[in-house]
């Protein structure tokens, strides 16, 4: 299943190469400042990470996210990286949740992994989703596992669900997105 990302958001990535073709363009004016040693510094070292987060977020328009269940596992090809398949023996669980953060009811697709599967990049969306929801869904300091948003991504929640339930084998738990209603609720409940 690809997983693009909103209409809405797609904006961001345009902006992203915006704002990195204006830096490219302030270079001159400040290594022939008056601080140029300095500014120049500065400005390959804030360049370098207005590259990254540029190349992550163009990325995902041109590589979109990509979610495949097989019979090995889950396929996971982030729009960055190498394609990375988590085996099933590392997913402890997957569900459809509604998280209330902020006032804000979102609804998201949570794939837990068991304890020390190291499947992806820390700092992928998904991973980074997880980390930062993961008090929201009940879940230990450590734990580790995906979190795709249904407002960052085009996706249907119980279609993703669905899919993953065909090829996951019976020993890992894959809840019913119905009936998703509270904080965490409908997620995988973690020991």
Same mark, same amino acid.
């Given at each position: 299943? $690809?997983?693009?990302?909103?209409?809405?958001?797609?904006?961001? +990535?345009?902006?992203?190469?915006?704002?990195?073709?204006?830096?490219?363009?302030?270079?001159? +004016?400040?290594?022939?400042?008056?601080?140029?040693?300095?500014?120049?510094?500065?400005?390959?070292?804030?360049?370098?990470?207005?590259?990254?987060? $540029?190349?992550?977020?163009?990325?995902?328009?041109?590589?979109?996210?990509?979610?495949?269940?097989?019979?090995?596992?889950?396929?996971?090809?982030?729009?960055?990286?190498?394609?990375?398949?988590? +085996?099933?023996?590392?997913?402890?669980?997957?569900?459809?949740?509604?998280?209330?953060?902020?006032? !804000? $009811?979102?609804?998201?697709?949570?794939? /837990?992994?068991?304890?020390?599967?190291?499947?992806? +990049?820390?700092?992928?969306?998904?991973?980074?989703?997880?980390? !930062?929801?993961?008090?929201?869904?009940?879940?230990?300091?450590?734990?580790?596992?995906?979190?795709?948003?249904?407002?960052?991504? /085009?996706? /249907?929640?119980?279609?993703?669900?669905?899919?993953?339930?065909?090829?996951?084998?019976?020993?890992?738990?894959?809840?019913?997105?119905?009936?998703?209603?509270?904080?965490?609720?409908?997620?995988?409940? !973690?020991?």
């Amino acid at each position: 299943m $690809t997983l693009r990302l909103r209409g809405k958001l797609q904006w961001v +990535p345009v902006a992203a190469v915006v704002v990195l073709v204006a830096w490219v363009l302030a270079i001159p +004016p400040v290594v022939s400042g008056a601080y140029g040693a300095i500014g120049g510094t500065l400005m390959v070292i804030a360049g370098l990470l207005l590259a990254f987060f $540029t190349a992550t977020f163009v990325g995902y328009l041109v590589r979109p996210l990509r979610l495949t269940p097989d019979a090995d596992g889950l396929v996971v090809r982030l729009p960055s990286w190498p394609t990375r398949t988590v +085996p099933w023996t590392a997913v402890a669980g997957v569900a459809a949740a509604e998280v209330t953060e902020g006032g !804000r $009811t979102g609804t998201h697709v949570v794939v /837990d992994f068991e304890p020390g599967a190291g499947a992806l +990049p820390r700092f992928c969306r998904p991973r980074s989703m997880y980390r !930062r929801l993961a008090p929201s869904l009940g879940r230990g300091e450590r734990a580790q596992g995906l979190c795709i948003e249904a407002q960052v991504f /085009d996706v /249907d929640p119980a279609g993703l669900v669905a899919l993953i339930r065909e090829h996951a084998p019976s020993g890992v738990p894959v809840g019913d997105p119905s009936g998703t209603a509270g904080a965490g609720r409908g997620a995988v409940p !973690r020991e």
